[in-house]
């Protein structure tokens, strides 16, 4: 009797334990995945935090002001450049990483799309500059912000994702942007100093972007090839629809400074880029989870796994933003001046309502919905957005009213637009009650 028992509990024990691994097993590199890039946004947002006071006291509203109008500037580019391929090859590495001349052709075609991108980038670049009388005034700042953009080309961030492999990448650009780091603090002293901060951002990228081509040859030995254009030509197609998407958010997060620096003053585009700043690295703690569901969702289709995730972090993104509410006066009479502070709290304060919004928005785009088939709807909410955020902007410019206040209200109002069609198409879909 007591024998049978111990048989039956054994055997119970062994299929609750083959479970366990097996569930583990499928979830070990979606783990190690999310750790690996939460250490990179935290350090690649964190580490511009760090430096914010520092710049804006050294450098002075104006001189601050015209390094991040330049970033903003710079920005078109660098989504130009990306393509949608953070979104597409990813997706493509995901479902394809055990077809070695898949990977291949993969790769390479996207390395060599980008770099002629680069190319149309830098002749864009010079062409307005060098029309345009607002820009002349700082052409080399101009210049080398872009090498930024390079640093990001080069950067295939969207391989090791696909592969779900980020340990050895995570660390090398870690590294690399601690050191460039300490520059800033070491390097920038007076205002004519400011030059030195898009020279030091840009090497930074460009150093982690290397090192990451290196781990990318020696951990994977991935190769490189020349494909037919016909081959270029499909993925650069394929990734339009990505690229639609990326561009239409950039409309309506980096378009805003760009806009007060071109019809206000760089002092004002300089008290909104940092209330920005913040607003973004809140939405960055949430982009490992968005980054490793999208290929873990769209290979393994498990929805029950993505609800729980997502309850949780609309949870934790709903406490953070109580809990800045509370604390932020104290943090910004802390950290900046007494007139930097003041107008940047009152814009953070409205940027925060729009946090609410943009955390369970992002998490039901492409990790679910793109992920499930939908990518279209995904794409499309976003499109609308960007419509209805520049439509705004118009307006806000033909009646002379384009303020930091004005603009982060459109942002919060947008950003609603984009989670209203969002839930829509998840709720035709019927996409919250699949198993």
């Given amino acids: 009797m007591y024998v049978g028992k111990a048989f039956l509990i054994?055997?119970?024990?062994?299929?609750?334990?083959?479970?366990?691994?097996?569930?583990?097993?499928d979830k070990k590199k979606l783990l190690s995945n999310f750790f690996s890039l939460t250490v990179l946004q935290i350090f690649t947002y964190l580490?511009?935090?760090?430096?914010?006071?520092?710049?804006?006291?050294?450098?002075?509203?104006?001189?601050?002001?015209?390094?991040?109008f330049a970033q903003s500037f710079i920005m078109f580019f660098n989504v130009l450049v990306d393509y949608g391929f953070n979104l597409y090859a990813t997706r493509e590495i995901s479902i394809h990483r055990d077809n070695e001349?898949?990977?291949?052709?993969?790769f390479s075609s996207v390395m060599i799309i980008k770099v002629f991108l680069v190319v149309v980038s830098l002749l864009a670049?010079?062409?307005?500059?060098?029309?345009?009388?607002?820009?002349?005034?700082?052409?080399?700042?101009?210049?080398?912000?872009?090498?930024?953009?390079?640093?990001?080309?080069?950067?295939?961030?969207?391989?090791?994702?696909?592969?779900?492999?980020?340990?050895?990448?995570?660390?090398?650009?870690?590294?690399?942007k601690i050191i460039f780091t300490v520059?800033?603090?070491?390097?920038?002293?007076?205002?004519?100093?400011?030059?030195?901060?898009?020279i030091l951002n840009g090497f930074g990228m460009c150093a982690g972007?290397?090192?990451?081509?290196?781990?990318?040859?020696?951990?994977?030995?991935?190769?490189?090839?020349?494909?037919?254009?016909?081959?270029?030509?499909?993925?650069?197609?394929?990734?339009?629809?990505?690229?639609?998407?990326?561009?239409?958010?950039?409309?309506?997060?980096?378009?805003?400074?760009?806009?007060?620096?071109?019809?206000?003053?760089?002092?004002?585009?300089?008290?909104?880029?940092?209330?920005?700043?913040?607003?973004?690295?809140l939405q960055q703690i949430y982009h490992p989870v968005v980054q490793s569901l999208y290929p873990y969702v769209a290979k393994q289709k498990n929805i029950a796994f993505f609800k729980k995730i997502f309850k949780v972090s609309v949870f934790l993104n709903f406490g953070c933003i109580a809990l800045l509410f509370c604390v932020g006066e104290y943090v910004f009479s802390s950290l900046f001046t007494e007139t930097v502070g003041k107008e940047s709290l009152e814009v953070f304060y409205i940027l925060l309502f729009a946090a609410l919004v943009v955390v369970p928005s992002m998490l039901?785009?492409?990790?679910?919905?793109?992920?499930?088939?939908?990518?279209?709807?995904?794409?499309?909410?976003?499109?609308?957005?960007?419509?209805?955020?520049l439509s705004g902007l118009g307006v806000l410019v033909l009646v002379g009213d384009v303020t930091i206040y004005s603009i982060a209200y459109m942002v919060v109002a947008t950003e609603l637009l984009v989670l209203v069609y969002r839930i829509y198409w998840v709720k035709s879909g019927l996409l919250w009650l699949r198993r």
């Fill in 364 to 389: 039901l785009g492409y990790p679910f919905l793109g992920a499930l088939g939908f990518g279209v709807h995904a794409n499309a909410s976003v499109v609308f957005g960007s419509v209805f955020h």
């Fill in 125 to 176: 670049l010079t062409a307005i500059v060098f029309t345009f009388d607002r820009f002349l005034d700082d052409v080399e700042l101009y210049y080398l912000t872009f090498f930024w953009v390079f640093g990001q080309a080069l950067f295939p961030i969207w391989y090791f994702q696909g592969m779900e492999q980020m340990k050895y990448v995570t660390i090398v650009n870690v590294v690399a």
């Fill in 101 to 106: 001349k898949k990977v291949l052709e993969i």
């Fill in 47 to 68: 580490l511009p935090l760090l430096t914010l006071p520092y710049l804006t006291r050294v450098l002075g509203a104006e001189r601050f002001g015209a390094v991040v």
């Fill in 209 to 281: 972007a290397c090192l990451s081509l290196v781990i990318l040859r020696i951990v994977h030995n991935q190769g490189f090839g020349f494909y037919r254009f016909g081959v270029l030509q499909q993925h650069f197609r394929e990734s339009s629809q990505f690229f639609l998407s990326r561009f239409s958010v950039a409309i309506y997060t980096t378009s805003n400074t760009f806009v007060i620096g071109l019809f206000s003053s760089n002092d004002a585009a300089g008290y909104y880029s940092i209330a920005d700043k913040l607003y973004q690295a």
């Fill in 183 to 198: 520059l800033i603090f070491a390097l920038v002293r007076n205002p004519g100093d400011y030059y030195k901060v898009p």
């Fill in 10 to 25: 054994y055997r119970v024990l062994r299929c609750v334990e083959i479970k366990f691994i097996t569930i583990s097993e």
